[in-house]
């Protein structure tokens, strides 16, 4: 049972933020220039900014089934400006959600991470890194990133592990236990 308010003082710290950024790039491949056009994710979905999922006017995820053109015309970002509050919106919603399903008071490193982490994929609540860690079996929490690695191609429904994911995965662990995240972007 979660204590009341134990983490509501957090918010996602500079590290945290980086982290997200980095890995939710508004590059597509050339970092010399900024892309603020939609981009489909691995798993097949439409996003823009940094890592927003797109939606449709029935608020249902956008996939790889909508042309290019209708997710471009359905773009909100337009500006680097656009896409931070896009980013700062989106994580209201996950810092709320990390401070939900957390029992244990955390450190801000490891905040930041979790946030990461759901940022991402949206399973922290029904991960094992969750259970580990809301049973003080931090150690064990921390290993529990390394599982998460494999994204899921939406045509063939094969599983695919991803190297992408593998530096995020050892990014947002190196967060979580409190060392150096950046050396795991390369």
């Given at each position: ?36 056009q939609p981009?489909?994710?691995p798993a ?38 656009d896409a ?103």
């Amino acid at each position: 049972m979660r204590s009341k308010g134990l983490n509501d003082h957090l918010t996602t710290g500079a590290a945290g933020i980086a982290l997200i950024k980095h890995f939710e790039s508004l590059h597509d491949g050339d970092l010399k220039t900024v892309g603020l056009q939609p981009k489909l994710c691995p798993a097949g979905y439409w996003t823009e900014g940094y890592g927003h999922m797109m939606r449709g006017d029935d608020g249902k995820p956008l996939t790889y089934k909508v042309p290019y053109k209708t997710a471009l015309a359905r773009s909100r970002v337009k500006t680097e400006a656009d896409a931070s509050r896009l980013l700062a919106a989106d994580l209201l919603e996950r810092e709320a959600y990390v401070k939900r399903v957390t029992v244990l008071q955390l450190m801000p490193y490891e905040f930041d991470a979790l946030v990461s982490f759901q940022f991402n994929l949206g399973t922290l609540g029904t991960s094992t890194l969750l259970k580990e860690l809301n049973a003080g079996r931090r150690g064990q929490a921390s290993a529990q990133f390394l599982r998460w690695v494999f994204a899921t191609d939406p045509k063939t429904g094969a599983r695919v592990k991803m190297p992408g994911l593998i530096r995020r995965r050892n990014a947002e662990r190196a967060l979580f236990d409190g060392a150096d995240w950046t050396v795991h972007l390369i």
